[in-house]
């Protein structure tokens, strides 16, 4: 019987980065319905630049590892960026190579490929076959190759190979690897035996996704190849080298394509594997000892032994060049970044820079833009302080994120609209603009007044609301959330608990338009419209309000843990409030649980009473 080894790393347990590759497919006429030509381009084999939207004139640089232009075939792709790691499977460790980018951008072509273009999928497992085949017999093991291949759609992962098979499990074993009891595992001994499999899943796959509402473009496609040696003498150990082949989701932004076809927790549980697995990667790729969220998705849990640590990954980030896909282009520029720099350097036709000029009032009003990214920033945290901001609540401005996808959609269509319709847009950006600026001089002043009355003995919670504003924190030049790339050090504020309480006043403010803000900030507890149900008015009004309070700071910034900790809410929930906040943002109120998929008013009743007791206990 053969003894299963630990693999060994070496001694090293450095946490290996995730090397970021950038492939931008070539230009489309057939995409490009405005004839507007390319938005982005490349430099050289590991920069590339896209105009800045804010700002024609500008384009903006990006750093990669490497990048791999229109021209770049198939093959190169393979032996530049994958097949490197492919020998490290041999001997027992394990790797990744995932697709990333927005529907249409290539990750299919570039994982999967046709017959005549052979993608990464096919090439890399003819290499691993061929590698297994160049090892001499006296190397002293026997190997053995195998495949598993699965879907994750839903965050729940379905076999492939076994269609009618249920959500499986993801576990772990003592020896810290990943295992998906009941997943089907085949043998394979040639390349025929794995197409054999794999096609006709594949094929499965994609005649579903057109009858399932695009279904490919929102599941994670998982190949699993599996290399066992098996050492020929006594004790016979094995060791056990992974590789997963993922074409991951579309990365495009559904709130912001106005994607209205699908249900909301379909595409809350795709974001949530996404928006996880970029906070994975940003982690590994930080270098800072932070803890890596593994956990939060089904997709990170289950790729934790093959992403980071001792493994080697490899995240290709594919992008198209028409600019219909300019802000899902954007978006996955900063979710794979190292660096990136904004410099003067026009490229683009006329068409764009309509926009830019004419907004250049507005943009020197709320701090301009400048030709260096840094004197930029230092521009406008000067202008929110001549604004009476404080930098806190330049937070709270930018995290309110109802108010900034307004503008950015607005901003969009200003793009691609007819001169009257685009002066009538530039008039209500400029209204929503002065909106904010007034809402932030009003979360300010209350800021101020509810200073002197903040919470001491909140840290815990603190620690969280921290990220969550990091995580919100959003930037015009960059309509992505997922920033912490590209800034890396970012320096996270500690504020008094009050002063968070502002953003939520201020986000109620910007939804509920008839409601006038000064109504709400007039009433830091939490204005209740709502009838008190019976057990509620036997308590002590403001300790309710207060614990009120701080189920909704967990509800709102709360990591799956966290809101795992509150009385009624397990992982699925968490999850589900998880997915929740992707798309809406924030829980303006705690009543707006409901909203959360399986919440019915008897449990948020219930749910409530027993929080706010146990919140009151404490
Ligand atoms: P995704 O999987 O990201 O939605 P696809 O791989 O389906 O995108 O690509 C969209 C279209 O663009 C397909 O018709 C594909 O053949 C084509 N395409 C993508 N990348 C390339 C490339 N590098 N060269 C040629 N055609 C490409
Ligand atoms: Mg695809």
Request: aromatic residues 6%.
């Amino acid at each position: 019987m053969a003894t299963r080894v630990a693999v060994s790393d070496g001694g090293n347990k450095k946490t290996s980065r995730v090397r970021v590759a950038v492939r931008l497919r070539p230009y489309m006429n057939k995409e490009d319905e405005k004839s507007e030509g390319p938005c982005v381009r490349g430099l050289d084999s590991q920069n590339l630049e896209i105009i800045n939207w804010r700002n024609a004139t500008e384009t903006v640089k990006y750093h990669f590892d490497v990048f791999h232009g229109e021209q770049t075939t198939q093959q190169e792709v393979f032996l530049s960026s994958v097949k490197p790691i492919l020998p490290h499977i041999l001997n027992g460790q394990n790797a990744s190579v995932f697709a990333y980018g927005p529907t249409g951008a290539g990750k299919t072509h570039t994982m999967l490929g046709s017959s005549e273009q052979p993608g990464v999928i096919p090439r890399a497992v003819r290499e691993v076959f061929k590698l297994v085949k160049a090892k001499d017999v006296s190397d002293g093991w026997d190997y053995s190759i195998g495949m598993s291949y699965l879907e994750i759609y839903n965050e729940k992962v379905l076999d492939l190979l076994s269609p009618n098979s249920q959500d499986l499990p993801i576990r772990e074993d003592k020896d810290k690897n990943i295992l998906i009891p009941g997943l089907t595992h085949m043998n394979i001994s040639k390349f025929a035996d794995f197409d054999k499999h794999f096609v006709p899943a594949t094929l499965n796959r994609t005649t579903a996704s057109t009858k399932l509402n695009q279904r490919s473009s929102r599941s994670h496609a998982i190949l699993l190849i599996k290399v066992v040696r098996t050492q020929q003498q006594l004790p016979h150990r094995q060791q056990t080298g992974k590789l997963y082949l993922v074409d991951l989701a579309g990365s495009e932004d559904n709130r912001r394509t106005g994607n209205q076809g699908i249900r909301l927790k379909e595409s809350g549980a795709i974001n949530l594997s996404l928006f996880t697995l970029s906070k994975v990667v940003d982690s590994l790729n930080s270098g800072t000892s932070v803890r890596v969220p593994y956990r939060d998705s089904k997709l990170t849990r289950l790729l934790q032994d093959s992403l980071g640590g001792s493994a080697h990954s490899v995240m290709i980030t594919n992008i198209a060049p028409e600019y219909k896909y300019y802000f899902d282009t954007f978006s996955a520029l900063n979710f794979a970044a190292k660096s990136k720099l904004i410099v003067n350097k026009p490229f683009t036709r006329e068409t764009v820079a309509v926009l830019p000029v004419k907004r250049s009032r507005e943009e020197r009003e709320t701090g301009g833009s400048g030709t260096e990214p840094q004197k930029k920033k230092h521009k406008e945290e000067k202008k929110s302080e001549h604004d009476g901001s404080s930098p806190s609540t330049r937070n709270h401005s930018s995290s309110d994120q109802s108010l900034m996808d307004r503008l950015i959609a607005l901003e969009k269509r200003t793009m691609s609209s007819q001169d009257k319709e685009r002066l009538a847009m530039l008039k209500e950006i400029k209204e929503l603009k002065e909106k904010q600026r007034e809402l932030e001089s009003k979360a300010m002043l209350f800021s101020q007044l509810a200073g002197e009355k903040s919470i001491t003995g909140q840290e815990p919670d603190f620690e969280n609301k921290t990220t969550a504003l990091r995580r919100k924190q959003s930037d015009a030049t960059k309509p992505n959330k997922q920033q912490a790339v590209v800034q890396p050090l970012q320096v996270s504020q500690r504020q008094p608990l009050q002063q968070l309480l502002v953003v939520k006043k201020q986000s109620v403010c910007v939804k509920k338009k008839e409601e006038t803000c000064s109504d709400l900030i007039e009433s830091p507890g939490g204005k209740e419209n709502n009838t008190k149900s019976a057990w509620e008015s036997q308590l002590d009004q403001s300790m309710v309000d207060q614990s009120k309070q701080k189920i909704l700071q967990i509800l709102n910034t709360g990591c799956l843990k966290e809101l795992k900790s509150l009385q009624q809410i397990g992982d699925k929930k968490a999850k589900l409030i998880l997915g929740w906040r992707e798309i809406h943002g924030h829980f303006a109120k705690v009543e707006d649980l409901i909203q959360v998929e399986g919440m019915t008013e008897k449990r948020f009743s219930s749910f409530m009473k027993a929080n706010i007791v146990s919140a009151m206990g404490k």
